[in-house]
């Protein structure tokens, strides 16, 4: 069953990025391929891929699990569905306070919750850490490749 809502979420993202990936120039006269060629590359593999999952997941045939071991499952890995909740937490934020401060406090509850439980010691680590990563970003994308972030 994982197997079939995963490859449906990754056709639906590869049906989302192939859709956007029309808006890219289109090739010069000089060039052997678009800019587009790269990226479809991968999102058509994505899709390959992703339907030999789903077909497999139909003619696969494996042990059922029992009701409640999707809700043990999430009890005993909780930290993926937060970090993918605080990613969006962050996106959402970013606009409104800046890159800089938004990225440290992300950076910051991504290192505690990914390194749980939580260690005093380690707090010496991560505040020092979330801030130089940041200003590191930030220079890479500002200074070296002219792209302004929010």
Do not use: C
């Not at 970090?83 to 962050?90: K, N, Q």
């Amino acid at each position: 069953m994982a197997d079939r809502i995963f490859s449906l979420a990754a056709l639906f993202i590869a049906g989302l990025f192939l859709y956007e990936s029309r808006l890219f120039a289109e090739k010069k006269g000089v060039q052997a391929f678009s800019s587009a060629f790269f990226p479809r590359l991968i999102i058509y593999a994505l899709i390959l891929f992703s339907v030999i999952l789903l077909i497999q997941s139909f003619i696969k045939r494996g042990k059922r699990a029992p009701k409640g071991a999707f809700i043990a499952y999430l009890r005993k890995h909780w930290r993926v569905p937060f970090m993918f909740a605080w990613f969006a937490v962050y996106l959402i934020l970013m606009p409104m306070v800046g890159f800089v401060p938004s990225t440290i406090l992300f950076l910051f509850i991504g290192f505690l919750m990914l390194n749980f439980p939580f260690v005093p010691k380690k707090l010496l680590l991560y505040i020092p850490l979330s801030f130089v990563l940041t200003f590191a970003i930030q220079f890479i994308f500002e200074r070296e490749l002219n792209v302004l972030l929010p």
